[in-house]
């Protein structure tokens, strides 16, 4: 079956505990992204990134790191976590960049902050 | 700058009437459109896109949008609305620009009625 899958659905941590949020996409996509999704704000981009080793800000970078080291995975870096980044985390990725290809989204990771 | 807009945050309808979700976009170049739709405690399904053709779209579920280009709009309509449509609805725009960077809007809730 064709999914982005995302773990872990849930994380309590504590402030400035480092953490990683994985994404894995089994479909081929060069295409992925990280966005934040937050009441009445809809879903921000945090970062993107094109294909292996081509990564790019999003909207919202402040607090993150990404990687791309291969074309399936693509994890979200909290080096250290602090309460407003506490959010419901979707990663997704997408075959391309032309004719409006739609993403893949993945279940999403409910992150708290304490 | 690139924008979208869905004006309502949330409608209700009687199950078997009709739906028209707005959406209104800003963007400086020939635009993709999508319709998203997120169930509760879920990731985000594509429902349609628009890229080009024929500006009636049809998607899954027995969805359809129209995009017109003079009013910066791409409606999502449905004819009968079932129970199992309630659910957050997001519109976005991207494109070939700015690395396909995708914008979504803060999305609408539709509630059902029996």
């Known amino acids: 079956e064709a999914q982005v899958t995302q773990n872990p659905r849930y994380l309590i941590t504590v402030t400035g505990k480092k953490l990683t949020v994985t994404c894995s996409q089994n479909?081929?996509?060069?295409?992925m992204s990280w966005y934040r999704q937050d009441p009445g704000l809809g879903l921000r981009q945090i970062y993107y990134s094109m294909n292996v080793e081509v990564t790019d800000k999003g909207d919202v970078p402040e607090g993150y790191k990404v990687s791309r080291k291969e074309k399936r995975n693509f994890p979200l870096i909290l080096e250290s976590p602090s309460p407003n980044q506490t959010s419901l985390y979707f990663c997704?990725?997408?075959?391309?960049?032309?004719?409006?290809?739609?993403?893949?989204f993945g279940s999403g990771t409910r992150l708290t902050v304490v | 700058a690139q924008s979208v807009t869905q004006p309502d945050i949330h409608i209700t309808v009687s199950e078997g009437a009709s739906l028209e979700l707005r959406c209104n976009y800003s963007?400086?170049?020939?635009?993709?459109l999508f319709w998203y739709v997120q169930s509760p405690g879920q990731g985000l399904q594509l429902l349609l896109k628009?890229?080009?053709?024929?500006?009636l779209v049809q998607g899954i579920k027995g969805f359809e949008a129209e995009f017109k280009r003079s009013q910066s709009s791409f409606n999502l309509r449905k004819p009968s609305v079932h129970w199992s449509d309630a659910a957050e609805y997001f519109c976005?725009?991207?494109?070939?620009?700015?690395?396909?960077?995708?914008?979504f809007g803060a999305g609408t809730r539709l509630f059902v009625k029996a």
């Open positions: 976005a725009v991207g494109g070939n620009t700015g690395g396909f960077k995708t914008i």
């Open positions: 628009y890229f080009s053709g024929d500006t």
């Open positions: 997704a990725s997408s075959a391309g960049t032309g004719r409006g290809y739609g993403y893949t």
């Open positions: 479909m081929n996509h060069e295409y």
């Open positions: 963007y400086g170049a020939t635009p993709y």
